[in-house]
């Protein structure tokens, strides 16, 4: 062991998700996903995902502690995700959580998951860089980050005013006929695509939108776009359409985050959420970022989704910072500011 064992747990969408960590170690991460269940509504529907999070709470919190071999009275502390998101499914986490650290009588961390998000590069790259931008993009959020320190300083610098990045992604897939989630089959799908056989809008990237919303990010014209290219012509190979639409995502959001970089005079750049698994986007990022100097770290797809090692990995870092650990009585909260790291 190198450092604290820290119990993680995640229940803020559809992942019922518990990882395990030593310091910056990983032991465990396992997740029980109610995805499929969500797939006929093409989008998640907030009364399933919590009572999937009943079924699998325990039983995933059991084969965590199997799967790291150790026991729960050998924890140092329980972290879990207090926000932002959907509220039933936070409260099945945070309920958890608080009756174990209650029962066990250890310390209970009740965290940001955006912050998770950031702080599981630690797990596979080391001691996370400050200052850096974060770029994080998933189903629920599209947010761009100044983390000057991850357990005490998170400044958001711009986020969606529509659609999520993941949103879009599942609401064009759902246009092509390619299934729920939409990310993976445009990613799997674009790879015999033309990116460039259609120029797809990049929300807020012309100069009338410098002054306002040069940090933000607008996905829903884009989707308004592709159904109706795709209405005016109907022949067009899906691959085609999805490639270009992969790119206008893209595109836009490594643009943003490396001016983000620029304005802020940062040279480091972490990616996370789920949209960050996408292949065309952690290639753009490498190589833009590489032109203007700039460090880009990804944690592996599988971090970037959903997981309970995040909301781990943050408890391990607050626990190192001597934070003090979250009083009883805290509310998991579906919209916590970024700025909220932890709660006191
Ligand atoms: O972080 P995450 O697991 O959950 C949320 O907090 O939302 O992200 C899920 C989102 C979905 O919208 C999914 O379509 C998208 O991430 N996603 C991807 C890829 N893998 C997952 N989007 C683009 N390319 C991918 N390879
Ligand atoms: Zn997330």
Do not use: W
């Not at 910056?24 to 009364?47: C, I, K, M, N, Q």
């Not at 357990?151 to 992604?169: K, P, Q, R, Y």
């Not at 729920?180 to 460039?196: K, L, T």
Request: overall charge negative; proline content about 5%; some cysteine.
């Amino acid at each position: 062991m190198n450092g604290p064992l820290i119990l993680g747990i995640e229940t803020s969408c559809d992942e019922t998700a518990v990882g395990v960590v030593s310091g910056h170690t990983l032991l465990a991460d396992e997740v029980a996903s109610s995805v499929d269940e969500h797939a006929r509504f093409g989008g998640v529907v907030p009364e399933v995902a919590s009572r999937a999070h009943v079924e699998a709470i325990v039983p995933t919190i059991e084969r965590a502690c199997e799967k790291a071999k150790v026991s729960l009275r050998d924890l140092d502390a329980i972290a879990v995700t207090a926000g932002p998101g959907l509220i039933g499914a936070l409260l099945v986490g945070t309920s958890a959580a608080s009756g174990l650290a209650a029962a066990l009588e250890k310390p209970l961390y009740a965290v940001n998951h955006l912050a998770a998000h950031v702080s599981v590069d630690v797990l596979e790259h080391g001691p996370l860089p400050a200052p850096a931008i974060a770029l994080l993009v998933s189903g629920g959020h599209t947010s761009l980050l100044r983390v000057d320190d991850v357990t005490h300083s998170i400044t958001s610098l711009g986020s969606t005013v529509d659609d999520a990045a993941g949103e879009a992604f599942d609401k064009v897939a759902r246009l092509l006929g390619l299934g729920f989630p939409g990310g993976p089959v445009i990613d799997r799908v674009s790879a015999n695509g033309n990116s460039e056989a259609i120029e797809f809008p990049r929300g807020f990237s012309q100069s009338k939108d410098q002054a306002d919303h040069a940090l933000d990010f607008s996905f829903s014209g884009l989707k308004t776009a592709v159904a109706r290219y795709l209405k005016d012509h109907p022949e067009t190979k899906v691959a085609d359409i999805a490639a270009s639409f992969q790119e206008a995502v893209a595109d836009v959001l490594v643009t943003k985050a490396l001016l983000a970089a620029r304005r802020e005079g940062i040279d480091h750049l972490l990616l996370g959420g789920g949209v960050a698994a996408n292949s065309r986007l952690r290639a753009l990022a490498t190589e833009r970022a590489k032109q203007q100097g700039v460090i880009v770290r990804t944690p592996s797809p599988r971090l970037c989704t959903d997981n309970g090692a995040m909301v781990a990995a943050l408890g391990s870092l607050l626990v190192a910072g001597a934070v003090a650990p979250t009083a009883p009585g805290y509310a998991a909260t579906s919209h916590l500011p970024v700025s909220q790291i932890a709660f006191t």
